[in-house]
C-alpha cells in the first residue's frame, strides 16, 4: 500500500475543464405604435433617448450592456427621421423584455442523468457529497455576483482552494463551469460536446460529485453553474491522473 504525505500548498488539483460561455442574452428592438404616455406602466424602460434610425437605437442597448435587454422605438411621426429609443432592462411587472427564471435544478435527476452517461461508458457511479455541493455553490455565487465564467474566484481562489475550505480533501479534483443554460438538459448536453468538459463528466478516477445553480438576473449570463467531481483523500488510494493543475 502506498502512502501518500499531505503537502496542503501543494495539494494535487486537477482542473482541466475548458471555459466556454454557451450562452448568451441578446438585445432586441421592438417597434411600439401606441399613442404617447400610453406605454405599459412599469414596463423596464430606465432611458429615454432621441434617434434617427434602429441601428442607433439597437448600438445603445448594446453599449449599456448588461444592464440594458432590448429596446422598443417609438416614432410618432413617420414623416420625421426623429424617433424615440427606450432602453429596457427587463425588470417590473410588466416588462418588455421579460426576465424568465431558469427551471428549478433537480439535483436527483442530474445525478441519474450523470451516472446513466457514466454507465454507458462501463464507468462507476457517483454519489452526491454535500462539501462538493457547497463549494461549487461557493463559486457559482461569486462569479454570478461578479458576472464572469472563470475558474479563478475573485479572491483568486482555484477549485481547490474552495473545496478545501469546505473540509474536504482530496486525491483528485475537476471542476466545470457554464453560463446561460435556462435548466439541466441544456448545461449537461453543453458538456457532453465539449471535449474538456466531457472528461471531467467521464473521469474514472473519482466518485463523488458536486453541483450548483445561482440565478443573477441582473448580469448578462444569468445563470451560473458549477460541477465538481473528485474523490476524497485516502492513503490507500493512489490517482491514476496526473496530479499537476492543468491551464484551461
Known sequence: MKQRTLNFKKWATVNVAVVTTFSFISAGVAFATPPIGQFEVDDGTYNIQTVISTEACEALCKAD???CRGSVIYQADTSKPEMLCRLNNGFGENAAFPRTPPETLDFDRALADLN?????????????????????EVHSRDIANAGIISHTGTDGSVSGDRIQRQGYYFSIAAENVATGQMNWADVFDGWKKSPGHNENL?????????????????????????????????????????????NE
Open 116 to 136: 446513466a452517461y457514466r454507465a454507458s461508458k462501463d464507468l462507476k457511479a457517483l454519489v452526491y457529497n454535500d462539501r462538493l455541493n457547497r463549494a461549487s
Open 65 to 67: 450592456s448588461p444592464k
Open 202 to 246: 467521464l473521469r474514472d478516477d473519482v466518485s463523488e460529485f458536486g453541483l450548483a445553480l445561482i440565478y443573477e438576473p441582473t448580469t448578462a449570463h444569468s445563470t451560473y453553474w458549477t460541477m465538481l467531481v473528485a474523490h476524497p483523500f485516502d492513503v490507500g488510494y493512489t490517482s491514476p491522473a496526473n496530479t499537476d493543475e492543468a
